[in-house]
């Protein structure tokens, strides 16, 4: 059974920094993409960024480009996001997802940024 479990949400000052993790299990990890979305109160979820499998190219949206870094320890089975400089407009529920062929989600863990 597929099971992506995220963890290191929290309040946060703006400015702060804050490192989110997701564990997977259940799926060859290595071989999917994985990615972290987001979903603010009252809009779409939407893509932050993304590290392929093969060759863990990286991608991100445009608003977190340097000051987020998306990394993977496919010995481990964890997928990371560090979070630097965060701003109020940070704040959201942060979901894992894995994708191959369809994709698989977590339940997601709440950053909040305010002072």
């Known amino acids: 059974q597929v099971q992506l479990v995220e963890s290191g949400g929290g309040l946060v000052q703006p400015g702060g920094s804050l490192r989110l993790s997701c564990a997977a299990s259940?799926?060859?990890?290595?071989?999917?993409?994985m990615s972290w979305f987001r979903q603010a109160p009252g809009k779409e979820r939407e893509l932050v960024a993304t590290?392929?499998?093969?060759?863990?190219?990286?991608n991100y949206a445009d608003s977190v480009k340097g000051r987020f870094t998306i990394s993977r320890d496919n010995a481990k089975n964890t997928v990371s996001l560090q979070m630097n400089s965060l701003k109020p407009e940070d704040t959201a529920v942060y979901y894992c997802?894995?994708?191959?062929?369809?994709?698989?989600w977590g339940k997601g863990t709440l950053v909040t940024v305010s002072s």
């Open positions: 259940g799926f060859t990890f290595s071989t999917y993409t």
């Open positions: 590290i392929t499998s093969a060759s863990g190219s990286t």
């Open positions: 997802n894995a994708k191959r062929i369809v994709n698989h």
